[in-house]
Antibody
């Protein structure tokens, strides 16, 4: 049974760096083809993909946010960490992490419950 | 940047068929995936690789494609199908994930 759970601060001040952790179970990030991605959703708005990391440490980033994002994995802890620098109120959103299993078919079959991050002073 | 286009809203009466479209220039080269999201919940994958359905997803939800447009069809719509639906694909290089803007399905 695959589960994922996001954790991190609920409130971040503008210009600060956000660090979110995805802790998962039911799969290993050392298995060929497996990856974990991050997706966010501002209140009342659409989903937006942020980043993705694969078992082989292949990292993908949204072209529009690439300069502010870093994704890393700790296979031994079953965790994936996303950092986002220079946070702005427009980055207020629910942040989801999600599982993918097919390196050649980009999609997410299991999602965490999401964590709401508010950017405000 | 690459975009996927969906209608903002679709409304149908119970028992009717709802069709939600998704269009994008790179769609002929890339698979499409559909997610259902109900208020306050995480998205759920309802179709993958254009036409496949994960286990547990009702047969009345189905995906199809024609050229640069893909369609999620919900036959015999039920009240529980009321949700936001998002298409998702990859850019032409297959490297980056792209989501559509979402379609709100209202069951009248």
């Amino acid at each position: 049974q695959i589960t994922l759970k996001e954790s991190g601060p609920t409130l971040v001040e503008p210009t600060q760096t956000l660090t979110l952790t995805c802790t998962f179970s039911g799969f290993s990030l050392s298995t060929s083809g497996v990856g974990v991605g991050w997706i966010r959703q501002p209140p009342g708005k659409a989903l937006e993909w942020l980043a993705l990391i694969y078992w082989n440490d292949d990292k993908r980033y949204s072209p529009s946010l690439r300069s502010s994002l870093t994704i890393t994995k700790d296979t031994s802890k079953n965790q994936v960490v996303l950092t986002m620098t220079n946070m702005d109120p427009v980055d207020t959103a629910t942040y989801y992490c999600a599982h993918t299993y097919d390196f050649f078919a980009l999609h997410f079959d299991y999602w965490g419950q999401g964590t709401l991050v508010t950017v405000s002073s | 940047s690459y975009e996927l286009t969906q209608p903002p809203s679709v409304s149908v009466s119970p028992g009717q068929t709802a069709r939600i479209t998704c269009s994008g220039d790179a769609l002929p080269k890339q698979y499409v995936y559909w997610y259902q999201q109900k208020p306050g919940q995480a998205p759920v994958l309802v179709t993958y690789k254009d036409t496949e359905r994960p286990s547990g997803i009702p047969e009345r939800l189905s995906g199809s494609r024609s050229g640069t447009t893909v369609t999620l069809t919900i036959s015999g719509v039920q009240a529980e199908d009321e949700a936001d639906y998002y298409c998702q694909s990859a850019d032409s290089s297959g490297t980056h994930v792209v989501f559509g803007g979402g379609t709100k399905l209202t069951v009248l």
